[in-house]
């Protein structure tokens, strides 16, 4: 079982950047796809960015592409979600999870971090 643990929240102001983090526990990391989510209140878990198992393919939500950078370190068993250009409307839990077949369902994704909070004030 792969527990993982985002870090890298906080509050910010509109037009500036975050950095989260995603540390998984197991060395079987690399088998897995990685897929960020975020979830706002009252709102359904979207789809954010996710990657492959080798890094070698990354896709992203429309909303988000062209701001977001999802990316990963095998070797620190962690990945990454580079967040620039922050908008209020980006203010949600920020969720990882992994999966062995790639797909961008929250659903069938197998394990799941806690979250971790970015809120984006104007």
């Known amino acids: 079982q792969v527990q993982l643990v985002e870090s890298g929240g906080g509050l910010v102001q509109a037009g500036d950047s975050l950095r989260l983090s995603c540390a998984a526990s197991e060395r079987t990391f690399s088998r897995y796809h990685i897929g960020w989510f975020r979830q706002a209140p009252g709102m359904e878990r979207e789809f954010v960015a996710a990657i492959t198992f080798t890094g070698g393919s990354t896709y992203y939500a429309d909303s988000v592409k062209g701001r977001f950078t999802i990316s990963r370190d095998n070797a620190k068993n962690t990945a990454y979600l580079q967040m620039n250009s922050l908008e209020p409307d980006d203010t949600a839990v920020y969720l990882c999870?992994?999966?062995?077949?790639?797909?961008?369902?929250?659903?069938?994704?197998?394990?799941w971090g806690q979250g971790t909070q970015v809120t984006v004030s104007t």
């Open positions: 999870a992994a999966v062995v077949r790639f797909t961008r369902t929250p659903s069938l994704y197998d394990y």
